[in-house]
Nanobody, 115 residues
């Protein structure tokens, strides 16, 4: 059974940075795609960025610049670095994995940006 475990969230001051991690356990093969989504208070879930097992990345327009997605294929782990955090970045961040045999969501990690 494939599972995702996210970590790295927390309370951060405006202007700060943090890095979220998402680690996959189980057999996912060598062709897969990870994605980071977020759900801000009172809003729907939105895609932030994706990265494939071959290293191709995609960012939604609203997240170009301050958000950087990266991955370690050997560790089956994906990262999302967020720089110059703003209060409006406050959200639950979820990772999502698609592989040939299925798809799975992580449990989410809370990021709160506040002074």
């Amino acid at each position: 059974q494939v599972q995702l475990v996210e970590s790295g969230g927390g309370l951060v001051q405006p202007g700060g940075s943090l890095r979220l991690s998402c680690a996959a356990s189980g057999t996912i093969g060598t062709l897969y795609s990870f994605g980071w989504y977020r759900r801000a208070p009172g809003k729907g879930r939105e895609l932030v960025a994706t990265i494939t097992s071959t290293g191709d990345t995609h960012y939604e327009d609203a997240f170009e610049g301050r958000f950087t997605i990266s991955g370690d294929a050997a560790l089956k782990t994906m990262y999302l670095r967020i720089d110059t955090l703003k209060p409006e970045d406050t959200a639950v961040y979820y990772c999502h994995l698609i592989w040939p045999d299925g798809r799975v969501w992580g449990q989410g990690t809370q990021v709160t940006v506040s002074s």
